[in-house]
Every structure is written in structure tokens, then in C-alpha cells.
């Protein structure tokens, strides 16, 4: 009997653990996304461009092949600049949240870093938009401020001598 009583809290524990341990375990799972729901929500999209995009790139892809530059598409703003402030500051995290989700249309990159070289947005007629003019000045400013070169255009028409001008531009800032 007195053994009872002396294992009698160490079960209690034991018990109150397992309990413990099983809710726990039931909220890690509830959590994890299952692949029969990720298949019912999510499906791949046709394109990552639009047709206007595409054709854009098709005209652009062989411009920068010939200057041996690497050609990107809908490259995250943030994965290009990024803030100057201390990363572990509220001001890093705020610059940080104004760029995080916006895209730049095209990105040119040296093909042996892959380092950014110039930005190209393909404005259409909701650049002329309040929204977009002041989403458009702001991500101008931030380029500029990071040393980037951003060229905005409705079209191919002379796309070769406004990169080269970029490039060039570019050049001589950096030196």
C-alpha cells in the first residue's frame, strides 16, 4: 500500500504528460498543409508573363544573350535592394515591407555573379493611374537610391540603345 501511494504522483505526471504530448502532437498536424488539400487549392498557372510580357521578352531575350547578360522575369523588388538600416531594427523591417511584394517586370543580370544591372518595366495604360504613378516614383526612388538603373517602356521599339545607355550610365556611376 505505501508503494502505492509513493508511485501514485509519478503515474499522475506520467499521465498528465501523455495527455499533454497528444494535444500537442494533434495541433503540429493540424497545422501541416496535406497534399490532397494543397492539390484542391492550388493549380499552375499557364504563364508566369502575360502575353504582352512574353512578347516583350522575346524581343529582349536576344538583346541580352548578345551583351552576355542574364535575363530575368517578375523578379521580387526586395531580392534586388534592400534596406540599408541595421537588420535588426523596426526601420530595416519597414523598408523591408515596402518592397517585399512588389515586382520588377524584367531584371538584367551579369551572367557570372548574377548581380542586378538594370531593372525594365513594360508600362501599360495603368501606369497612368494615380496608384500606379506613385507605386512606380516610389520604386524609381529606391532603385536610384540603391545605385540601379530602371528603364520604363511601352515597347521594343529602340529597346537596344535604351539598355546600352542604361549599361553605359550605370557604368560610370559605379566607377
Sequence with gaps: MDIIKFLLPYFAIAVALGIIGRILNSL????KPSAK???VRYRKVKSITTDRELKFYKSLKPIADAKRLVL??????ADII???ANEKSSEFQSSFNRIKAKHIDFVLCDSMSLAPLLAIELDDSTHER????????????SMKSAGLSIIHTNDAV???DKI???LE???KLSK
Design 72 to 77: 530575368f522575369s517578375k523578379v521580387r523588388l
Design 130 to 141: 494615380n496608384d500606379r504613378k506613385q507605386r512606380d516614383n516610389f520604386v524609381d526612388e
Design 169 to 171: 550610365t550605370n557604368n
Design 37 to 39: 488539400s494543397a492539390n
Design 158 to 160: 529602340n529597346l537596344a
Design 164 to 166: 546600352s545607355k542604361a
Design 28 to 31: 503540429i498536424k493540424s497545422k
Design 82 to 84: 534592400e534596406p540599408c
